[in-house]
């Protein structure tokens, strides 16, 4: 049975949607650093950024990180330096994912998501 015309205008709108959904959702994904990456930042003097909340952080976090929790990192990003790279974690790369969209749009160049704060232990 042929699509109607109303009908085949709505699957067509549902497909171009469905398309600009797909490409717009991972432009802001990048791809996982290398250990020798990580280990190159670290050394060129990166930031550590661990978004997690306090609690989390005193339970255990890499050596030299910062703890700004992801509610409040809008309100402490003059406490960064934006001339050096920027490694955010947290406990799985959700809110750290989401705290390098932050530092990007508020002008910071160079954020990496790292994902899991266990990645960056010696």
């Known amino acids: 049975m042929p699509l109607s015309q109303s009908e085949f205008t709505m699957l067509a709108a549902l497909l171009v949607g469905a398309a600009w959904y797909f490409l717009l959702r991972n432009r802001n994904r990048q791809a996982p650093l290398t250990q020798q990456q990580l280990t190159e930042l670290r050394r060129a003097g990166a930031q550590i950024l661990d978004v997690r909340s306090p609690g989390e952080f005193s339970q255990g ?23 050096r790279p920027v490694l955010t974690c947290c406990a799985s790369g959700a809110r750290s994912a989401s705290a390098r969209s932050i530092l990007l749009k508020a002008g ?13 232990k010696p």
Do not use: Q
Not at 67 to 77: D, K, Q, S, Y
């Open 108 to 120: 910071f160049k160079e954020v990496h998501n790292v994902g899991p704060w266990t990645v960056l």
């Open 61 to 83: 976090h890499a050596k030299g990180a910062r703890n700004i929790p992801l509610g409040a990192l809008r309100e402490h990003l003059d406490e960064l330096d934006r001339t």
